[in-house]
């Protein structure tokens, strides 16, 4: 496949052009990691191959004789991040080590390379990148505090983002059609069970269906904070012998370990305005049609007219939530490229909630609500509007995403902006 432009190209090639030597790139298997780094490297070692391992292992400083160098699934030969960071050490070139991974579970004895090895974390495909719309609003834009004019007009709909939601961000996996489509998705989820766990963790899943329900349980409560309880419970309905406490815990370190999941944690400021708030994740998976897939969805199980009619939402409260993990998605890579963090806000007692906090290193803020609607009102604002009051001019904007055609501003200052004009 020709390479397709991602927004983490731009933050590679300041870091490059900075001087940085060693590059580590980090996310859920298929994201797009390699295509991204294979295209500034001389030379490529994919250690999935037993050859290329074997090599390795017997002269790990040959990856120091081939100029730049991609280093892809370092984590299945640890011993070469040493050799990557010695030779940091030693004054490698800008750019001349890249390497990438799909599991963070680390070997103990490796050193951090905190100081030598930078790590960006990667994504699947965001909208923009997906080349669904030209976006004429920057989240960059809104992190500056000036308030920008918002504009623009989009015929992007409810039905397309169903589709999208389905379709995945995985590059290689979303232009296929429908039923290769699905099975990819299906065989994704399946390695993860069956392999990638025991590849990462060295255990081996000795109850796989039951692994499998609670990751569709986790999916079915995307964008919530359920707890881990309530998602094992969830996944273990008229059962009296649920899986343990520990269990649970297992099954989602090694998910998030092979970034698989992808939780928001609660925005907590430093300078706490706010009494009560809570310290919950909200959960997400990496791309929502992972938790489609889990849970045996198509467009047509979520909109009446997906096919080409007139689009009715079936279940507005799982769609809501897919939405938003779709939105999520894309404020997470802006706002890495913006060098900014995301949280979500809720109040102990849920009296309050912000869908998105995405926070500047000054700890100023834009907060973002999510809307499964064309259009928006004064109730869809109020959560907005009362943050607003908390915490002054650490907020520096505010805006509803929505499924509507149209950008603007509302008389209040805060922007309503349809999810497929929102950018880097």
Same mark, same amino acid.
């Given at each position: 496949?020709?390479?397709?432009?991602?927004?983490?190209?731009?933050?590679?090639?300041?870091?490059?052009?900075? *001087?940085?030597?060693?590059?580590?790139?980090?996310?859920?298997?298929?994201?797009?990691?390699?295509?991204?780094?294979?295209?500034?490297?001389?030379?490529?070692?994919?250690?999935?191959?037993?050859?290329?391992?074997?090599?390795?292992?017997?002269?790990?400083?040959?990856?120091?004789?081939?100029?730049?160098?991609?280093?892809?699934?370092? @984590?299945?030969?640890?011993?070469?991040?040493?050799?990557?960071?010695?030779?940091?050490?030693?004054? +490698?070139?800008?750019?001349? $080590?890249?390497?990438? /991974?799909?599991?963070?579970?680390?070997?103990?004895?490796?050193?951090? =390379?905190?100081?030598?090895?930078?790590?960006?974390?990667?994504?699947?495909?965001?909208? $923009?990148?997906?080349?669904?719309?030209?976006?004429?609003?920057?989240?960059?834009?809104?992190?500056? /505090?000036?308030?920008?004019? %918002?504009? =623009?007009?989009?015929?992007? *709909?409810?039905?397309?983002?169903?589709?999208?939601?389905?379709?995945? #961000?995985?590059?290689?996996?979303?232009?296929?059609?429908?039923?290769?489509?699905?099975?990819?998705?299906?065989?994704? !989820?399946?390695?993860? %069970?069956?392999?990638?766990?025991?590849?990462?963790? #060295?255990?081996?899943?000795?109850?796989?269906? +039951?692994?499998?329900?609670?990751? +569709?349980?986790?999916?079915?409560?995307?964008?919530?904070?359920?707890?881990?309880?309530?998602? &094992?419970?969830?996944?273990?309905?008229?059962?009296?012998?649920?899986?343990?406490?520990?269990?649970? %815990?297992?099954?989602?370190?090694?998910?998030?370990?092979?970034?698989?999941?992808?939780?928001?944690?609660?925005?907590?400021?430093?300078?706490?305005? !706010?009494?009560?708030?809570?310290?919950?994740?909200?959960?997400?998976?990496?791309?929502?049609?992972?938790?489609?897939?889990?849970? /045996?969805?198509?467009?047509?199980?979520?909109?009446? =007219?997906?096919?080409?009619?007139?689009?009715?939402?079936?279940?507005?409260?799982?769609? /809501?939530?897919? $939405?938003?993990?779709?939105?999520?998605?894309?404020?997470?890579?802006?706002?890495?490229?913006?060098?900014?963090?995301?949280?979500?806000?809720?109040?102990?007692?849920? &009296?309050?909630?912000?869908?998105?906090?995405?926070?500047?290193?000054?700890?100023?803020?834009? +907060?973002?609500?999510?809307?499964?609607?064309?259009?928006?009102?004064?109730?869809?604002?109020?959560?907005?509007?009362?943050?607003?009051?908390?915490? #002054? @001019?650490?907020?520096?904007?505010?805006?509803?995403?929505?499924?509507?055609?149209?950008?603007?501003?509302?008389?209040?200052?805060?922007?309503?902006?349809?999810?497929?004009?929102?950018?880097?």
């Amino acid at each position: 496949m020709p390479y397709h432009a991602r927004v983490l190209d731009n933050e590679l090639d300041e870091l490059i052009a900075g *001087g940085i030597a060693a590059i580590a790139i980090e996310g859920a298997k298929a994201v797009g990691k390699s295509a991204t780094a294979v295209e500034r490297v001389q030379t490529a070692y994919l250690l999935e191959d037993p050859a290329t391992r074997e090599l390795l292992e017997a002269d790990p400083t040959r990856i120091l004789a081939t100029g730049r160098v991609l280093i892809d699934e370092w @984590q299945r030969l640890p011993a070469l991040w040493d050799v990557v960071r010695r030779a940091v050490d030693a004054g +490698a070139d800008p750019g001349q $080590f890249l390497l990438t /991974g799909s599991a963070s579970a680390l070997n103990p004895g490796t050193h951090s =390379g905190a100081g030598r090895i930078v790590t960006l974390r990667m994504r699947p495909m965001t909208l $923009f990148e997906r080349d669904v719309e030209n976006p004429s609003v920057s989240l960059r834009g809104l992190l500056s /505090g000036s308030q920008p004019e %918002i504009v =623009g007009q989009t015929s992007v *709909g409810l039905t397309e983002y169903v589709d999208e939601i389905c379709r995945s #961000g995985f590059p290689a996996i979303r232009p296929l059609a429908d039923r290769p489509r699905n099975a990819l998705l299906a065989g994704y !989820i399946e390695r993860v %069970i069956d392999r990638d766990i025991a590849d990462a963790t #060295g255990r081996i899943t000795r109850n796989r269906p +039951a692994l499998r329900r609670w990751l +569709a349980a986790y999916g079915a409560a995307s964008a919530t904070t359920a707890t881990y309880e309530t998602i &094992r419970d969830a996944a273990t309905p008229g059962v009296a012998d649920k899986p343990s406490r520990h269990t649970s %815990i297992s099954y989602r370190d090694a998910l998030e370990a092979l970034y698989v999941l992808d939780p928001v944690e609660a925005w907590m400021p430093t300078a706490n305005h !706010i009494s009560e708030l809570s310290a919950s994740p909200k959960h997400h998976l990496v791309d929502p049609a992972l938790a489609v897939t889990l849970l /045996g969805l198509n467009p047509q199980a979520l909109v009446d =007219g997906a096919d080409g009619g007139m689009p009715i939402v079936r279940d507005g409260t799982l769609l /809501g939530s897919l $939405f938003e993990s779709l939105v999520t998605l894309n404020v997470r890579v802006y706002a890495q490229n913006a060098e900014a963090s995301v949280g979500h806000l809720r109040t102990q007692r849920g &009296r309050h909630e912000v869908d998105l906090i995405v926070e500047r290193a000054d700890r100023r803020v834009v +907060a973002l609500e999510m809307k499964l609607s064309r259009t928006v009102d004064d109730s869809d604002v109020r959560h907005l509007k009362w943050l607003r009051d908390e915490i #002054g @001019q650490d907020l520096l904007d505010a805006a509803v995403i929505t499924t509507g055609p149209n950008a603007y501003r509302r008389s209040d200052g805060i922007a309503v902006i349809p999810a497929a004009l929102l950018g880097p």
